[in-house]
T-cell receptor, first 115, second 115 residues
Framework: GAGVSQSPRYKVTKRGQDVALRCDPI?????LYWYRQALGQGPEFLTY????????KSGLPNDRFSAERPEGSISTLTIQRTEQRDSAMYRC?????????????FGSGTQLSVL | AQTVTQSQPEMSVQEAETVTLSCTYD???????LFWYKQPPSRQMILVIR????KQQNATENRFSVNFQKAAKSFSLKISDSQLGDAAMYFC????????????WGAGTKLIIKP
């Protein structure tokens, strides 16, 4: 697609429910990144994929958070047993390659609210 | 660990005038990149300008320019001839030279343009 697409745009869920957030990167982009952005703060790194391989998941807060990218394209970030502190904007970004000079393209994010 | 500080939570400027947003960072690395990103109300995250630490020349992109003071670890963004469309949150970010995804972000500065 023309840009990084994330869905849903907004998600409201009750505490204890599982949620799945989707990211569709720019076609042909090898690398995909997930960030979390709390209100009034900059994004915080969660995890990173090259193709289908999860290269770094050091930013995932705990084992309720997981991510996958099974075919090296679309990625899903899953949060199990959501808690109110999980409420934030979840952003996805992609880049064409894996080099350090690569430009990151961000999606518009999914705003998650846990009641 | 690297840190990025934006000390101005909010700035305002009259349309057509010039405004400077401040950013300081702390690092012991010699190879790194610095970025300014714009987050408009549409919630996109758009790269405004990028500076490689090894370059002495300040980066410019049309009305946007930076004042990169490596010794002082300062990286300010100057917006000339401010336009209503410049109203947004502006984030300063740091990336190590050996990582293509571990962006470290400031807390952001909200820029208001007065017509």
């Amino acid at each position: 697609g023309a840009g990084v697409s994330q869905s849903p745009r907004y998600k409201v869920t009750k505490r204890g429910q599982d949620v799945a957030l989707r990211c569709d990167p720019i076609s042909g982009h090898v690398s995909l990144y997930w960030y979390r952005q709390a209100l009034g703060q900059g994004p915080e790194f969660l995890t990173y994929f090259n193709y289908e391989a999860q290269q770094d998941k050091s930013g995932l807060p705990n084992d309720r958070f997981s991510a996958e990218r099974p075919e090296g394209s679309i990625s899903t970030l899953t949060i199990q047993r959501t808690e109110q502190r999980d409420s934030a904007m979840y952003r996805c970004a992609s880049s064409l390659g894996t080099g350090v000079n690569e430009k990151l393209f961000f999606g518009s994010g999914t705003q998650l609210s846990v009641l | 660990a690297q840190t990025v500080t934006q000390s101005q939570p909010e700035m305002s400027v009259q349309e057509a005038e010039t405004v400077t947003l401040s950013c300081t960072y702390d690092t012991s690395e010699s190879d790194y990149y610095l970025f300014w990103y714009k987050q408009p109300p549409s919630r996109q995250m758009i790269l405004v300008i990028r500076q490689e630490a090894y370059k002495q020349q300040n980066a410019t992109e049309n009305r946007f320019s930076v004042n990169f003071q490596k010794a002082a670890k300062s990286f300010s963004l100057k917006i000339s001839d401010s336009q209503l469309g410049d109203a947004a949150m502006y984030f300063c970010a740091y990336r190590s030279g050996d990582s293509n995804y571990q962006l470290i972000w400031g807390a952001g500065t909200k820029l208001i343009i007065k017509p």
